[in-house]
């Protein structure tokens, strides 16, 4: 992923920073070629435009073309507007509550939920010492709690044992209760998804939310659906209200746009990008990192 964002940023910095003077119609021609290729790397038109008047006003403000390295330091006012866009700072999960904290997994089928919820909960018990309870609120895919169970043995994280035939509310009500007697500090609740977003699924979520009392309630979404990730985030957040969102398959070759938007767009912070199959394959999103990534 951003790698045909880099190549064509840098392209436009090399031939930017080898010139000793700048005009402003040379600081003018280079943003809009920055412009497009954001665009071209869909991110969100609203993200561009508001990115790019930034830079803009940055620039003049700093009386760039006046500088001893005017190239260098519209480099750096790029960087740190993306920064910016993408959040300036790393947003980790929050567990800061009453144990047991309930953290909800929400998002469409295959977007990465359960593969995602087993990574976490890894990294919790690893990294945080955190007991965690997983339980797959999924009924309506046959092999999903099996699923989960699954991943739990292989990251050794307990789930929460399955009664058949119950409902995601009873199931959610069961965790929490389970959780609580046998005093484990997170429980993560792993939600069914549809093909597509419709009334009964956010109905289902609102009610999950609603006996779960979840302090976090996390989207998981496809990186590589680009502009659609970033509509669906706002759908969720309108209907569940969300309190991260976690980035999967940025190991793909997308263009990166949802990764620029989601931010902007809706508000709310990207805590974690999964880059890949493997159970340790989950990281925090840091802007500066990404945007590094991307500006080289
Ligand atoms: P769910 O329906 O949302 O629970 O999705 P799953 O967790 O079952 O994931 C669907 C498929 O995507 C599985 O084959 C996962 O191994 C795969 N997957 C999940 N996250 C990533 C990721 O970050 N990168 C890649 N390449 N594959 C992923």
Redesign the pocket.
Known sequence: MFEGLSDKLSGIFDKLTRRGALSEADVAEALREVRRALLEADVALDVVRTFTDSVQAKAVGANVVKSVSPGQMVVKIVNDVMVETLGSTAQPIDLDAAPPVAIMLV???????????AKIAKRLKERHGKRVLMASL?VK?PA?QE?LAILGRQVEVDTLSIVPGQDPVKIAKRAEETARREGYDVVML?TA?RTHIDEPLMEEMAQIKAVSKPHEILL?VDALTGQDAVNLAKNFDDRVGLTGIVL?????DGRGGAALSMRAVTGKPIKL?????KMD??DEFSPQRIANRILG
């Not at 999967?248 to 793909?252: K, L």
């Open positions: 998002g469409l089928q295959g977007a990465g939920k359960t593969t995602t919820a999924d895919r999903a699923q792993d998804g998981v999967t398959r940025v190991d793909g990008i999964a880059t890949g199959e394959a989950l």
